[in-house]
């Protein structure tokens, strides 16, 4: 992927290698130091967690930071609900205020005991 303001975009990668405390969102390794991006085969990339061709939008909202490896894997395919739980604890972490909508309104997560 590629962004006309790639000085954005690098400061959302740096953003959320902080929110996702270097891991990787896909595959949940650690990935490496941002400060050696160029050099690694598996480097954090971004990833559009909706995918584009699916009608996600672009920038911030609908990124995760994964290897570049996981990303290339993943390609197009519908996010895992891991992906949305990673989008929506970082958005909320960063203030960004993702895209994910669920159909009806959230529901909270339920124990139930024996
Ligand atoms: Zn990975």
Same mark, same amino acid.
């Given at each position: ?9 690098r ?7 902080v929110?996702?405390e ?6 949940g390794?650690?990935? %490496?130091?941002? !400060? *050696?991006?160029?050099?690694?085969k598996?480097r954090?990339t &971004?990833?559009? /967690?909706? #995918?584009?061709a699916?009608?996600?939008k672009?920038?911030k909202g ?9 990303n290339t %894997?993943?390609? !197009? *395919? ?8 990673? &989008?929506?604890? /970082?958005? #909320? ?19 139930h005991? %024996?």
């Open positions: 992927m590629s962004y006309h303001k790639d000085g954005e975009a400061r959302w990668s740096e953003r959320l290698y929110a996702q270097a891991i990787c969102a896909c595959c390794q650690r990935m %490496a130091p941002t !400060s *050696r991006w160029g050099e690694v598996n954090p &971004l990833d559009h /967690v909706k #995918a584009r699916a009608g996600g672009k920038g609908n990124l995760i930071l994964m290897h570049r490896l996981c %894997a993943k390609d !197009s *395919r519908p996010p895992t609900g891991c992906e949305l739980i990673w &989008l929506q604890a /970082v958005n #909320a972490l960063l203030g960004w205020g993702g895209e994910i909508t669920t159909s009806g309104s959230p529901t909270a997560f339920s124990v005991t %024996a």
